[in-house]
Antibody, heavy 121, light 108 residues
Framework: QVQLVQSGSEFQKPGASVKISCKTS????????INWMRQAPGQGPEWMGW????????TYAQDFTGHFVFSVDTSVSTAYLQINSLRTDDTAVYYC???????????????WGQGTQVTVS | EIVMTQSPATLSVSPGERATLSCRAS??????LAWYQHRPGQAPSLLIY???TRATGVPARFSGSGSGTVFTLTISSLQSEDFAVYYC??????????FGQGTKVEVK
């Protein structure tokens, strides 16, 4: 079955960097884009952007340009979110999610990771 | 940016009763609307897409309706596993794709 398993919680100081992994299984990794969402306490998810797992090309939402970096390693079917120069307002749960479309981009998400808590303090 | 507004924020329902959740978009999203369920401690899961199409494996008690700016998720007879937070998401106008703030369905 399709699974997205994210790396564990991170506790970092301001200015540090963190790299979250999203290991996928149960399907062909390059068939579907991976999207990233951020969720602050008590709020709905915010879409951060997506990465084409075939080409490695990332697209960032306007509010997430600058110190967020998406990448993939197709050899291990894993997507990554790196956050550089961490700020206290980066504290949130971060989710990866698979685009529903096979070979096409549909921009709704059928499988999600369990979330990674990032705390910056 | 399209703002998605969900109501109510919390819905108290008894098991076996019907639950009706609303989602309103600040401008038309046509039929490009999805619903997700998020149980505590679990990954969110896709329930409905294209306003009314159930995702694979989703029970028939979940149904979606609406168009344009007003959408509804109905759970016909609440089961214990349905108590969760529900989010709507539009994927018609980007950037960015946007989510509502959620409706928590709790036991009455």
């Amino acid at each position: 079955q399709v699974q997205l398993v994210q790396s564990g919680s991170e506790f970092q100081k301001p200015g540090a960097s963190v790299k979250i992994s999203c290991k996928t299984s149960g399907y062909t990794f390059t068939n579907n884009a991976i999207n990233w969402m951020r969720q602050a306490p008590g709020q709905g998810p915010e879409w951060m952007g997506w990465i084409n797992t075939n080409t490695g090309d990332p697209t960032y939402a306007q509010d997430f340009t600058g110190h967020f970096v998406f990448s993939v390693d197709t050899s291990v079917s894993t997507a990554y979110l790196q956050i550089n120069s961490l700020r206290t307002d980066d504290t949130a749960v971060y989710y990866c999610a698979r685009d529903h479309g096979d070979y096409v981009f549909q921009f709704f998400f059928d499988y999600w990771g369990q979330g990674t808590q990032v705390t910056v303090s | 940016e399209i703002v998605m507004t969900q109501s109510p924020a919390t819905l108290s329902v008894s098991p076996g009763e019907r639950a009706t959740l609303s989602c309103r978009a600040s401008q038309s999203v046509s039929g490009n609307l999805a619903w997700y369920q998020h149980r505590p401690g679990q990954a969110p899961s896709l329930l409905i897409y294209d306003t009314s199409t159930r995702a694979t494996g989703v029970p028939a008690r979940f149904s979606g309706s609406g168009s344009g700016t007003v959408f509804t998720l109905t759970i016909s007879s609440l089961q214990s596993e349905d108590f969760a937070v529900y989010y709507c998401q539009q994927y018609n106008n980007w950037p960015p794709w946007t989510f509502g703030q959620g409706t928590k369905v709790e036991v009455k």
